[in-house]
């Protein structure tokens, strides 16, 4: 399959990052405010750590997480995208939706309107039959994005992440899911 480099969306460009993106993307993930609700803000090299495991998925899948720029003055806002989820659940093998916007950037609705139409290309051009998002607890921002795009809450398959420590209050997360039909149901009701 021919990777899909770019969407548009009424707002954004969602498009591969590019190398000149490093520096407001590791400002980004240096903020401690955005990087709340993960284990601990990035460096740059750990920035730029992502946005290479970023590109191989990419290289292996033909999709991943696009940097969001915005149409009416160019500039680098966060990112949001699919990918293969990277670790075993109950909910596994799945692919997943996920965004981080740049603080300046949020609460404009660009998450909502960026994960849509990820959701588009992963129903509509990849044929997913669903996908998942998930979330610390705690993050009600990201789970309030999950619910404006259509997805619903799965208590069932809540878990503790298993790439967090025990003691970790982060470690518990829930699980949002939406099907092709129920994005179709979305769509057309």
């Avoid at 960026?114 to 997913?128: E, V």
Wanted: glycine content about 8%.
């Amino acid at each position: 399959m021919e990777p899909i480099l770019q969407l548009e969306s009424a707002r954004l460009v969602m498009r591969q990052f590019r190398d000149e993106d490093l520096a407001d993307f590791a400002a980004m993930s240096a903020d401690p405010q955005v990087m709340r609700y993960f284990p601990a803000p990035l460096s740059r090299l750990e920035s730029a750590a992502l946005i290479g495991r970023v590109r191989g998925h990419f290289a292996e899948h033909g999709y991943g997480l696009w940097a969001l720029e915005r149409k009416d003055n160019g500039a680098f806002i966060g990112f949001t995208g699919l990918g293969v989820v990277g670790f075993d659940a109950p909910f596994t093998p799945a692919v997943e939706i996920g965004w981080r916007l740049a603080r300046e950037h949020w609460g404009l609705g660009y998450a909502s309107e960026a994960a849509w139409t990820a959701l588009r290309c992963g129903f509509d051009r990849l044929g997913l039959k669903q996908v998942v998002a998930f979330a610390t607890r705690a993050n009600e921002p990201s789970q309030k994005v999950m619910q404006a795009i259509g997805m619903h809450h799965d208590p069932d398959g809540d878990f503790a992440h298993p790439r967090l420590a025990s003691d970790d209050p982060l470690r518990d997360h829930v699980l949002y899911r939406i099907t092709r039909e129920q994005w179709l149901q979305t769509l057309h009701g």
